[in-house]
């Protein structure tokens, strides 16, 4: 598939994802809406990626929504012209409920400014970096709107409830030391460092680890966060070690270490899943 809004790189095992409107500060459209769901359902039926580096070109990462239609930018009913399906959809939803199904590790790095949505869609990620040029916001009261991209579900779970009440209530754009302090990014890097950064960490999971063993990792953490007692984590546990525990990715995971040598894994998070994944119901919009 060809792409209007990114750029899809594959590389040994690392998706390099780019936001690429570069002229736009990669302000986030109808176009890449669909482009990135697109992407994600791309990686996720490709066995040779391992992990996704997300990132924008030129000097930021998303500047939030295409502002070009002015005051009638957020009324759904002036966006006739880049349909979304049922109307009523935060778009920028869609992208982070897809994120957050996505099968391979997610790594934003951030390379410059990420507001608004370029914030919010990053949420569902599962590692951020970001470089020590990145500013980030929350402006959503500043521009008489609320959370978008399931941002109340998210947020206030990474860097907790006041700190995301902060961010939230002031719109204030802050710079990456802030976000560092307050659990939004795990780490800052000189810009040209950072998709170095970025690539060595993606490359310590592609090289090592079960592509299984990610898919089964990444969705038993993320679904457990809404779990009201840990007996829900047991019985998913339980099923899931089971079954890991008698495949191949095992017998090799126990194998290579004893034998001092590289494992060499081989179930397909697209065609070998247990016969209880999905464990969880699809959750409908109405």
Request: proline residues 5%; aromatic residues 8%.
């Amino acid at each position: 598939m060809s792409y209007e809004t990114l750029d899809y790189q594959v590389e040994d095992g690392i998706l390099t994802l780019t936001l690429n409107r570069p002229d736009r500060m990669n302000a986030f459209n109808g176009a890449m809406r669909r482009e990135l769901i697109a992407a994600f359902d791309a990686a996720d039926a490709d066995d040779a990626v391992r992990v996704i580096i997300m990132t924008g070109a030129g000097r930021a990462f998303c500047a939030g929504a295409d502002l070009e239609k002015g005051g009638d930018t957020f009324n759904r009913h002036k966006r006739q012209s880049e349909p979304e399906g049922d109307e009523l959809r935060d778009g920028g939803g869609t992208v982070s409920l897809r994120i957050y199904e996505s099968t391979k590790p997610v790594i934003g790095a951030f390379n410059g400014a990420a507001v608004g949505v370029g914030a919010t869609m990053s949420l569902p990620m599962d590692i951020r970096m970001a470089s020590t040029n990145a500013k980030f916001g929350f402006v959503f009261a500043r521009r008489g709107i609320t959370m978008e991209a399931c941002s109340s579900w998210f947020l206030p779970r990474l860097v907790g409830p006041q700190q995301a009440a902060e961010w939230v209530f002031t719109g204030r754009v802050f710079g990456a030391e802030e976000a560092l302090k307050g659990g939004l990014v795990r780490s800052l890097h000189e810009p040209e460092d950072l998709l170095p950064a970025a690539r060595e960490l993606a490359r310590e999971i592609a090289d090592n680890t079960s592509a299984m063993s990610a898919l089964l990792n990444r969705q038993l953490m993320w679904r457990m966060l809404g779990a009201d007692h840990p007996m829900e984590a047991h019985k998913i546990d339980s099923r899931a070690i089971a079954f890991m525990g008698e495949s191949a990715d095992a017998q090799e995971g126990v194998s290579s270490f004893l034998e001092k040598r590289p494992a060499k894994f081989t179930l397909r998070p697209s065609q070998d899943r247990p016969d209880f994944y999905p464990w969880w119901k699809d959750r409908p919009f109405s």
